[in-house]
Every structure is written in C-alpha cells, then in structure tokens.
Nanobody
Framework: VQLQASGGGLVQAGDSLRLSCAAS????????TAWFRQAPGKEREFVAV????????VYTDSVKGRFTISKDNAKNTVYLEMNSLNPEDTAIYYC????????????????????WGKGTQVTVSS
C-alpha cells in the first residue's frame, strides 16, 4: 500500500490550496482516509477524515468552514481543499488510511491509522 500526498506549496495568507492523496495497492472505496498535519516542534494533529463511503466527514474545529475533504473513488484519490489559509496552517500535511472494516479508534489519532504517505509541505506567509 502506498499513499502519495501532493499539492503543497508556499502561499500567502488568504490563499487556497488543494492537496491530493493518491493511493496504490489499496482501494479507497473500502478505506477510511484522513489528513493530519505536523508543524515544527509540535505533535502530529488530526485535520479531517472521510469514511469509505464519503458520507461521514469530520473536521477539527480550527479548519471547519475553511477546509473540505472529498474523495474520487474512480481516481482512488482523496482531496483536501484548503481556503482562507493562515500562517497557523503551516505544516507538513500527511494523508493516512485504514481499512473500513478495522474496528476501534476514531481515525482522529495517528495510531488509529495503518498506512501513511510521506507528506507535503504547506507554508502560509503573513
């Protein structure tokens, strides 16, 4: 299983970015996928999660109304649309996934996920 996150970059406050998480070796239609981020000197934190069906979505409070997670099962890709970016969003963004049949956990903790991509850097300047 390989996850490849892409789409990061250097933007100004207020700008938008769309991150992509492309999977190989796994079918996203049967997997729960989440985005996490890690800022320098901080622990990895949950950003958003989307269920295998796409019908259940959860965001961390700090991104509600600004970020949108979505998936395209035909392309085996999960997206994170990020709007109104601010410097506090600066971090390495990771996508992570696990089989939807796995029980336990909320998929909001890094330990709840089984597969990880390498991350993509998002830097927001003020």
């Amino acid at each position: 299983v390989q996850l490849q996150a892409s789409g990061g970059g250097l933007v100004q406050a207020g700008d938008s970015l769309r991150l992509s998480c492309a999977a190989s070796g796994v079918t996203f239609s049967t997997y729960t996928t989440a985005w996490f981020r890690q800022a320098p000197g901080k622990e990895r934190e949950f950003v958003a999660v989307i269920s295998w069906s796409g019908l259940s979505i959860v965001y961390t409070d700090s991104v509600k109304g600004r970020f949108t997670i979505s998936k395209d099962n035909a392309k085996n890709t999960v997206y994170l649309e990020m709007n109104s970016l601010n410097p506090e969003d600066t971090a390495i963004y990771y996508c992570a996934s696990r089989n939807a049949r796995r029980v336990g956990g909320t998929c909001r903790n890094p330990g709840d996920m089984d597969y990880w991509g390498k991350g993509t850097q998002v830097t927001v300047s003020s």
